[in-house]
């Protein structure tokens, strides 16, 4: 597509809930990279996907959360029994990348999740 | 891991005025080094980014400078204007990781 999209654009859940987030990065693109950013700060990374290699966890808050990038193109990420501390715009965003050079990152329009 | 800290937090300046945020860098191996504008409500857009085989790059009124030694990069805007209003973060990565961003700074241009 033309852009990075992320669906859906707002989700409310109660406490304890499970939730999807899905990203459909731009087509081509290779790397495929999950952030969070809480109200008036700054972007905390949470995993990376590049092509068929192991993806990179190592921002993952905890347990309860994992994500999965199906044919090398769409990404869900799942956030099991939600707590509140969980509140926060969660961006996609994809990028095309070479073995050791890095490109900029076009970013969706995240999503804003809100538990209750 | 790598660390990117960005100042100032804040920065209110008359139109017209020049207004410069500096990041600095932890990690040795970062090569890469992005900045993005963050309007209210929005998503963040890349609007400049240099490599560290290169000192200075300039676009427009937007210029951003490398010190590699120092691990020290920054964003110039010259000429501002009302709407470069924004949240600008800066950004560092090396080889296959993700980018490290900074803390942000929110630019307020006076009229």
């Known amino acids: 597509g033309a852009g990075v999209s992320q669906s859906p654009s707002n989700k409310v859940t109660e406490k304890g809930k499970d939730v999807e987030l899905r990203c459909d990065p731009i087509s081509g693109h290779t790397a495929l990279y999950w952030y969070r950013q809480s109200l008036g700060q700054g972007l905390e990374f949470l995993i990376y996907?590049?092509?068929?290699?192991?993806?990179?966890k190592s921002g993952l808050p905890s347990d309860r959360f994992s994500a999965e990038r199906t044919g090398g193109s769409v990404s869900t990420l799942t956030i099991q029994r939600t707590q509140q501390e969980d509140s926060a715009v969660y961006l996609c965003?994809?990028?095309?990348?070479?073995?050791?050079?890095?490109?900029?990152?076009?970013f969706g329009s995240g999503t804003r999740l809100t538990v209750v | 891991g790598e660390n990117v800290e960005q100042h100032p937090s804040t920065l209110s300046v008359q139109e017209g005025d020049s207004a410069v945020i500096k990041c600095t860098y932890s990690?040795?191996?970062?090569?890469?080094f992005p900045w993005y504008k963050q309007e209210l409500g929005k998503r963040p857009q890349l609007i400049i980014d240099i490599r560290s085989n290169v000192g200075e790059k300039k676009d427009q009124r937007i210029a951003v400078t490398l010190n590699k030694t120092a691990k020290h990069f920054s964003l110039h805007i010259t000429e501002t204007q009302p709407e470069d209003s924004a949240v600008y973060f800066c950004?560092?990565?090396?080889?296959?990781?993700?980018?490290?961003f900074g803390s942000g700074t929110r630019l307020q241009v006076q009229p």
């Open positions: 950004a560092a990565s090396g080889g296959r990781r993700a980018l490290t």
């Open positions: 965003a994809s990028s095309a990348k070479g073995q050791t050079e890095s490109y900029g990152y076009t």
């Open positions: 990690d040795s191996a970062s090569n890469y």
């Open positions: 996907f590049q092509g068929n290699s192991a993806p990179d």
